[in-house]
Nanobody, 126 residues
Framework: QLQLVQSGGGGGLVQPGGSLRLSCAAS????????MTWFRKAPGKEREGVLC????????YYLDAVKGRFTISRDNAKNTVYLQMNSLKPEDTAVYYC?????????????????WGQGTPVTVSS
């Protein structure tokens, strides 16, 4: 079965300045051969691309607001992609989704992605 399963987030509630790591494990396909992107959707806002990783391009940031705070990584042995989020801010509150694109080039266009994780809610609040 081809799917992405998300985990991590520690229940999803974190104080400002805190850190979280989200995981996205693939089954049925190899993440190394796909463009893997983390998207997020905040309440009342459109879904937006956050970070992407692909073997052809490395890491690509789509949001200036997360540069220096968020990183994306991939463990090929575990067939898993991670989103490390540090120095979290209230404006990072959103549901975070991982997605895989077989075209293997990064894109912030959500419609081009083949598989999606189930979403992980993250709330940054004191």
């Amino acid at each position: 079965q081809l799917q992405l399963v998300q985990s991590g987030g520690g229940g999803g509630l974190v104080q400002p300045g805190g850190s979280l790591r989200l995981s996205c494990a693939a089954s049925g396909f190899t993440v190394e051969n796909y463009a893997m992107t983390w998207f997020r959707k905040a309440p009342g806002k459109e879904r937006e691309g956050v970070l992407c990783i692909s073997s052809r391009e490395g890491s690509i940031y789509y949001l200036d607001a997360v540069k220096g705070r968020f990183t994306i990584s991939r463990d090929n042995a575990k067939n898993t992609v991670y989103l490390q989020m540090n120095s979290l801010k209230p404006e990072d509150t959103a549901v975070y989704y991982c997605a895989a694109d077989s075209v293997a080039y990064c894109s912030s266009y959500a419609g081009g992605y083949d598989y999606w994780g189930q979403g992980t809610p993250v709330t940054v609040s004191s």
